[in-house]
């Protein structure tokens, strides 16, 4: 079974970071797309950043980028996101997820809340 543990969350003050990490199993961790994405109730989720499964290349979305770091540790299938410089507006749920075929997998969220 695919399975994904987002873990790592917490409060912080805005200016300050948080590295999120994600356990992953039931799959070649090598061979897909895999990412985060974040969500706010009410709100759309929001991609935040994805490794693609044919050169793993990154992307970012555009309200992140230049201050989150997608990475990974392949020996221990973990997937990892340095949050820096946090805002207000970083306050979401966070997931880590996977495409495999048409399938879209992602586990229990960690809450990250910016405020003073």
């Known amino acids: 079974d695919v399975q994904l543990q987002a873990y790592g969350g917490g409060w912080v003050q805005p200016g300050n970071s948080l590295r999120l990490s994600c356990a992953a199993s039931g799959f070649n961790f090598d061979d897909y797309a895999i990412g985060w994405f974040r969500q706010v109730p009410g709100k759309e989720r929001e991609r935040i950043s994805c490794?693609?499964?044919?050169?793993?290349?990154?992307s970012y979305g555009e309200s992140v980028k230049g201050r989150f770091t997608i990475s990974t540790n392949n020996a221990k299938n973990t997937v990892y996101l340095q949050m820096n410089s946090l805002k207000p507006e970083d306050t979401a749920v966070y997931y880590c997820?996977?495409?495999?075929?048409?399938?879209?997998?992602w586990g229990q969220g960690t809450q990250v809340t910016v405020s003073s």
């Open positions: 490794i693609n499964s044919y050169d793993r290349g990154v």
């Open positions: 997820d996977v495409h495999i075929g048409l399938q879209h997998y």
